[in-house]
Every structure is written in C-alpha cells, then in structure tokens.
C-alpha cells in the first residue's frame, strides 16, 4: 500500500542486543521518519531523513541511531535494547507539500 | 516544538449521534493533518488543513482549521460503528518544514 514496507512486522529480543527496524518505500520520496507509539504518549518522533545521509533527531531520539545510504531504505537501530523501547514502531514517508504523510503497518517490537 | 492538545481522549457515543473532536495548537498551525487508526494497525490519512478558515469533508466527516490558525475541529455526523478507533491530529511547520509531530489522539468508540 502506497509503495512502504516495514520488517520485520515483529520482532521480540532480549534486552541489551542490537536490533535494528528496515523501512522500504518505492516511490523515491526525499523525506522519511521513524516513530514509536506507546500509551498514553500516542505518536513521537525518534528520528527522520531529510535525503541520503542526511538525517536529524526528533523529540525522543536517545538510544536510537539512523542510517539512510540509499533513497528507498531507512534503518532504525536499537544499539542495546532495553525493555523501555518495547512499542509499535512505524516509519512514513512525506510525498510533498499539499498531501498527507504514507504510514508503514508497523513493528511490534518487544525487549524481554 | 510545537505541541498538540486532542480532546476529548476519548469518547463513547450511541450510532447514529454526531461527535466532534479538538485540536488545540501551542503555535500557529501551518500544515495540520487528521488521521484514524484502527487498533494494531497503522494511520490512514483523512485530511490535511493549511489555510485559516479552511474546511474540508470526506464523506460523512468534516475538517476546520480556525481563522487564527491554532485550532482544529473534525466532525463526525451520524457516527456509525466503522467510525470507531483512535484519530491522531498531527501538524508540521508547513512550506519546507517537514517534520511532523502528533497529539495523543482521541479513542473514539461508536456503541450499535
């Protein structure tokens, strides 16, 4: 739907290894995002890309890095997971001024 | 950063009733978005407002951006049970400024 994929779709992991989220889009837009979902907090951005390695923090960006080398791909890493990043993670993509923003499914990531 | 404040956070109405929900800016809205979320999926995207003044209706619902810009209201008339689930007000900075942020959302259940 809409040219973006994310994967995997869930994902459960130990506390303390890396873990790292793929987003895949199709339609070469220039900007992505990545944003964490939790009760209560509803959606907050961790970070997002403004171009091929070009990427800036958003307001809950401590703990996770970024890396975007080719247009279509956007990686979201946990270097070291602990149990407070456990949420529904989801990536999106901007096609422009005057439309809306594409969401992926989502990932359901859970640190044990 | 500008924050979103959504109300009610949450709301139960009888099928058939009209509803409507709020979103109250920090600072002047330029690009304000409405999307719904079914539980355990992602944001599908209703709306999007720029201009003071500006309503928009898809269907049975209606979007308003105030004159001053701070303000959003989304109209539900004649609610049906596939109105339910949870609708995210977002806002970016407009023009170049793409960073998008949300307000907590408001869960809306609509009882047959």
């Known amino acids: 739907d809409a040219g973006i994929t994310q994967s995997p779709r869930h994902k459960v992991t130990e506390t303390g290894t890396p873990v790292t989220l793929r987003c895949h889009q199709t339609?070469?837009?220039?900007?992505m995002y990545w944003y964490r979902q939790d009760p209560g907090h509803g959606l907050r951005l961790i970070h997002y890309?403004?171009?091929?390695?070009?990427?800036d923090k958003g307001e809950v960006s401590d703990g996770y890095s970024v890396s975007r080398s080719k247009t279509e791909d956007f990686l979201l890493t946990l270097e070291s997971a602990t149990s407070s990043q456990t949420s529904v993670y989801f990536c999106?993509?901007?096609?422009?001024?005057?439309?809306?923003?594409?969401f992926g499914s989502g990932t359901r990531l859970t640190v044990v | 950063s500008q924050e979103l404040e959504q109300s009610p956070q949450s709301l139960i109405v009888q099928e058939g009733k009209n509803l409507t929900i709020n979103c109250t800016s920090s600072?002047?809205?330029?690009?304000l978005y409405w999307y719904k979320q079914k539980y355990g999926e992602g944001l599908i995207f209703l709306m999007m407002?720029?201009?003071?003044?500006e309503e928009k209706s898809h269907e049975k619902i209606t979007a308003k951006l105030d004159e001053k810009k701070q303000q959003s209201s989304l109209h539900i008339t004649a609610s049906q049970p596939s109105h339910a689930g949870i609708y995210l007000c977002?806002?970016?900075?407009?023009?170049?400024?793409?960073?998008?942020?949300f307000g907590k959302g408001t869960l809306l259940t609509v009882n047959p």
């Open positions: 977002g806002a970016d900075g407009g023009g170049s400024n793409y960073k998008l942020t």
């Open positions: 890309s403004y171009g091929v390695k070009d990427t």
């Open positions: 999106a993509i901007n096609p422009g001024q005057g439309y809306g923003y594409t």
């Open positions: 407002l720029q201009k003071g003044g």
């Open positions: 600072k002047t809205l330029y690009g």
């Open positions: 339609e070469n837009h220039r900007y």
